[in-house]
């Protein structure tokens, strides 16, 4: 039997071999300072930008993510614009690919859910804040007019937050039929309007304030309610009841 060559547990170390061991990354120094800063000081602290690079290390995991950072926020003007904005326009910045935009789009979904659960544990109108910060987080950067409808019950908590009808980046059309029909069908009590103006200013148009008052009336038949109509706009959100429109 041939005699079997045996080394010890240690003999590829004194015969000099060491298994390859990763570079370090040049920028791994700046990613542990900005967790250390965050910890310390806490998130809020922090501006958008190094926010954004903070969620930016999960999904680009070598490398400086501060010029992508800052690229989303000039290319799109805000951290929220950012988030709101679709796959395809994430991936015109330099340095998001698909996994990084679904990425950031999987955080706005996360911050829609927890918006919308919010609501629906209250009221509505004793959560209006909490409303209102949900239809920004919704709408405000829909490349596209879009028409939904809160649905709710005789207490005023939210039973359905629907999508009626999506449009152009100027018009969405509602059909006043269609949304007394859905509000039978969920046996709701009053509705909350809502759509937003992609120009950014929500301010009532005319079409507007006519298509709110159609919807006043087939609800009165009918007795449902229509609290207020909500227009989203990047610039802020217009409420026809604070108006004094209806």
């Known amino acids: 039997m041939d005699a079997q060559l045996s080394l010890p547990t240690d003999g590829v170390a004194e015969m000099g071999w060491r298994p390859a061991q990763p570079e370090p990354s040049p920028h791994a120094g700046h990613r542990e300072r900005l967790r250390d800063r965050a910890e310390a000081g806490g998130l809020t602290a922090l501006p958008d930008y190094e926010l954004l690079e903070l969620y ?55 911050t829609l859910r927890i918006g919308r659960q919010t609501v629906r544990k209250r009221t509505v109108i004793s959560s209006w804040n909490a409303l209102l910060a949900y239809v920004r987080v919704a709408l405000a950067n829909e490349p596209r007019e879009q028409f939904r409808v809160l649905f709710l019950d005789k207490k005023n908590q939210l039973i359905a937050d629907e999508i009626q009808n999506q449009g152009t980046v100027d018009h969405a059309p509602v059909y006043p039929r269609e949304v007394m029909r859905r509000a039978l069908e969920l046996s709701a009590s009053n509705l909350i309007l809502v759509h937003n103006h992609p120009s950014g200013d929500p301010t009532p148009s005319g079409a507007d304030i006519d298509m709110t008052r159609q919807i006043v009336d087939a609800g009165r038949t009918l007795k449902i309610g229509v609290h207020d109509h909500l227009v989203v706009g990047r610039e802020g959100v217009a409420s026809f009841k604070a108006l004094g429109l209806f």
């Open 56 to 110: 930016l290390f999960r999904s680009i995991p070598r490398g400086d993510v501060k010029p992508t950072a800052k690229a989303l926020l000039a290319r799109f003007g805000s951290l929220e614009a950012a988030l709101g904005a679709s796959i395809a326009e994430l991936m015109t910045v330099k340095g998001v690919g698909r996994g990084v935009a679904t990425d950031l789009k999987l955080l706005q979904e996360a």
